[in-house]
């Protein structure tokens, strides 16, 4: 009886070792996945360059693991930074805006520039700001540290406790393909139709847990779909056609050739099967929200939001 209890012990004690080592294993394997926090998109700013007191310059923040990526810094991208900070968003602290990406030179997507270099420095940033955006960057770079060199100077060399590595501004002149990787992030860029511009960019942001496509400002652009291609959300620009049907034929020509009518935005967005649009950059000449996203939504059945400034997805 004793030696038939023997080989039933042994094998109850080793399911119970198996067990045991099974649920440590799996434990440790779920620790950083339980850990990761999700990614978090924030529209710092949705604007034109019409002055709408209500909206500020294009600026996009996409956080991963309390890491700020900003994509364009129009007038205001810092104050709404701070304001998503102060609103609960972790990793839109000033001092944390150390990487940006930009889009195209126009200057509604850059007139914040100056700002993003200079304000978070001001306010303890110990790290130099990485820049990538399209030839010409680097030569604006330089003419604005030029052109603050007196405050620069003073910052650094006065009494104020600076920390000058805050001041550094590292460039990268990008052309299209994988312009960035770390952990958290792979950004890919590619070329956009966005009139007479030679080099304007969309970005694609892989992080753990979504793909996020940015169209800066173009007209119909097949890049577009293909670098979406069932991306998790799509931010693009957009222009209402009954506001369109409105404006001068020399305007009528400019924003045929440099924007994206709502009908296109629909086409782009059913071949791109985005989880979700979101439309920024609204150029509406007197439509509604609610005219621009009934014209999307004549052309996609998918869904789609017309974006806020600060609001967080």
Sequence with gaps: MKKTLIPLILVTVWFVIVFFMTELVSSKAQTPATEKKSTQIVLLGTGTPNADPDTSGPAVAIIVNDTPYIIDCGPGVVRRASSAFRNGVKGLEVSRLRRLFITHLHSDHTAGYPDFILTPAVLDRDAPLEVFGPPGIKRMTDHLLKAYSEDINMRIHGLEPAKPRGYEVRVREIRPGIIYRDENVTVRAFLVRHGSWKHAYGFRFETPDKTIVISGDCTFSESVIENCNGCDVLIHE?????????????????????????????????????????????????????QLIDEIREGYPGRVVFGSDLDVF
Aim: aromatic content about 14%; glycine content about 6%; proline content about 4%.
């Design 238 to 290: 957009v222009f209402s056609t009954t506001g369109f049907s409105r404006r001068e034929p020399e305007w009528q020509r400019y924003h045929a050739a440099f924007h994206t009518s709502s009908k296109q935005l629909a086409e782009i967005a059913t071949k791109a099967k985005p989880g979700l649009l979101v439309l920024y950059h609204q150029l509406l000449w007197g439509a509604t929200k609610q």
